[in-house]
């Protein structure tokens, strides 16, 4: 990378911005004309318990989106010694599903519900049959029908809904539109035009026709882009918004807000049919793109689409990280009573080693990183758990190990249905998150969870701030008609293999026992959830 043509680049605005709301991180990743990360930015935020529900306040929202951006200008003038104010194009990604309602003057009606929420195990039953289609409890819809059999009052004053990343997008830009990819996650896609399926719509306003309600579902949903449509400018009103120093310049193109699954997917090169990627992080979820639809309803997988709008089978798990990230600071904790100094960053290489010395099978122990409900195991409220025998071979290797095993452990279980039941072929699967930053550990354990190769590119901790920085850039390889698999393909990954990882048929068989040793624990995990009240 060329410090001065990277600063032309700037200058002149040949450059793309994503930004990506996680759980727990606000990133911001700024990309030149080769697609190449040249600054990056970040804000650390964390969920609220409120009311017996997860959100995230407005204020946290914009507050948290504009220190990320703050600091990625600071980044771009400490690099190359120029103020950041104009940008090609720009996009934003955010966690999936969840519930944001509005009224008619555009005011929040109840408090953000994010997709952590299972509270609506009633609207999935009643619509997964209704619509003989799997209806997670996190999708939009399901907070939508939950709140309707709750006869919660704000319902009949919805004017519009939408997801996080649909919301800032709304914001920015004044536009009511959403990417094929996050529409997924709110209502079913029919893959054949491209939009929500109009027989489970109709199925919906027949359903809650009874209440007479001053919409129809059709009316409050965002209309549907794919990837590489235009989807409005940067308002004056955006770019201070996210900008309050008024360095930021309006009316660049915004490309369709996504959700993280599709940036995942296209952070790793993984939108062509018999591809998928693995994204890990506060939750971790397998995206396989599929070459036909699935033989039946299976409430552990989703069926969501690429940015592009394929069909994609999800494996969704509430929990992934957040247990092995609070392990960790407690032995951060130690080391400083110790009096002794020792990075975050060198502390989980140090750890995340030591579990490659354990037992295969993490010699007997059993752990579960459930902070919130697991619906693939039907889990309904989470409380971390640890557990031990006498005799089990408690040590630091198998501590570790076993934490990094169950971490993967519900996605496990959905992954063997998709291949074992459903019989999909995958050709390979991309990990990315930062649990995969240690080198060779946590990859290693995914490929024998999933028995299948997994690979990592260099690109691949950049995560979804980058996928959505691509979706952006790609807007102007769209209007020559180029595919979105073709863009990634030729223009980003050319020549880029990724560093793979076969399964080791020994971790493999200790997965396996692990495994049988996680199901046949779970009535522990709902014990511990039933009196240990929150």
């Not at 010694?81 to 966690?95: D, E, P, Q």
């Amino acid at each position: 990378m060329n410090a001065e043509s990277v600063k032309q680049s700037i200058v002149l605005g040949k450059t793309s911005l994503g930004i990506e709301l996680g759980s727990t991180r606000i990133k911001a990743v700024l990309i030149d004309e080769h697609q190449e990360p040249v600054a990056s930015g970040s804000h650390t935020w964390e969920n609220q318990l409120a009311d017996g529900l997860w959100t995230y306040s407005l204020e946290d929202i914009w507050s948290g989106l504009q220190d990320s951006y703050q600091n990625l200008k600071k980044d771009v003038f400490q690099k190359f010694g120029v103020k950041l104010t104009k940008i090609g194009a720009m996009g934003f990604s955010a966690m999936m599903h969840g519930y944001m309602a509005f009224d008619k003057e555009n005011q929040l009606l109840v408090p953000f519900r994010t997709w952590r929420n299972s509270n609506t195990a009633a609207a999935e039953k009643e619509l997964t049959k209704l619509f003989n289609y799997n209806i997670p409890q996190r999708w939009s819809i399901a907070h939508l029908y939950q709140a309707i059999l709750n006869q919660e009052a704000h319902v009949e004053t919805i004017h519009y809904f939408t997801t996080l990343a649909g919301y800032v997008h709304w914001q920015l830009t004044g536009e009511k539109v959403l990417g094929i990819g996050d529409a997924s996650g709110m209502f079913p896609i029919d893959p054949a035009v491209k939009n929500y399926d109009q027989r489970m719509i109709t199925a919906f306003d027949k359903q809650t026709a009874k209440h007479n309600y001053s919409w129809q579902l059709q009316d409050i949903l965002p209309k549907v882009l794919v990837a590489g449509e235009p989807a409005g400018l940067l308002t004056e009103a955006g770019a201070k918004l996210l900008d309050p120093t008024g360095d930021l310049i309006a009316g660049m193109p915004l490309c369709p807000p996504e959700g993280d699954a599709g940036t995942g997917m296209t952070a790793t090169n993984s939108v062509a049919k018999r591809t998928g990627n693995v994204s890990a992080g506060t939750s971790v979820f397998a995206m396989i793109v599929l070459e036909k639809e699935l033989k039946k309803v299976h409430p552990e997988l989703d069926l969501v689409t690429t940015p592009a709008g394929d069909l994609v089978a999800m494996v969704h798990a509430n929990n992934c990280s957040s247990d092995i990230n609070a392990w960790v600071k407690l032995f951060e904790e130690f080391i400083k009573v110790c009096g002794f100094e020792l990075s975050t960053e060198k502390l989980y290489e140090l750890l995340f080693n030591q579990a490659l010395q354990g037992d295969k099978e993490c010699g007997g122990l059993l752990s579960y990183g459930y902070f919130s409900g697991e619906n693939i195991t039907h889990i309904p409220e989470g409380r971390p758990l640890f557990v031990r025998t006498p005799d089990s071979r408690f040590n630091l290797a198998n501590f570790m190990r076993v934490h990094l095993f169950t971490a993967f452990g519900a996605l496990n279980i959905g992954m063997k249905i998709l291949v074992e039941e459903e019989q999909v072929q995958i050709d390979k699967v991309l990990g990315h998150g930062g649990i995969f930053k240690t080198e060779g550990v946590a990859q290693k354990v995914l490929a024998a969870a999933i028995n299948t190769p997994v690979s990592l590119m260099e690109t691949a901790g950049e995560g979804g701030a980058w996928g959505i920085a691509l979706l952006a850039d790609y807007l102007g390889y769209a209007k020559e008609n180029q595919s979105l698999a073709t863009y990634l393909e030729q223009q980003v990954f050319a020549g880029e293999a990724g560093s793979e990882l076969a399964p080791d048929p020994e971790d493999t068989a200790g997965f396996e026992q692990f495994a049988q040793r996680y199901k046949e624990g779970l009535p522990i995990e709902e014990a511990a959830a039933a009196y240990l009240n929150q």
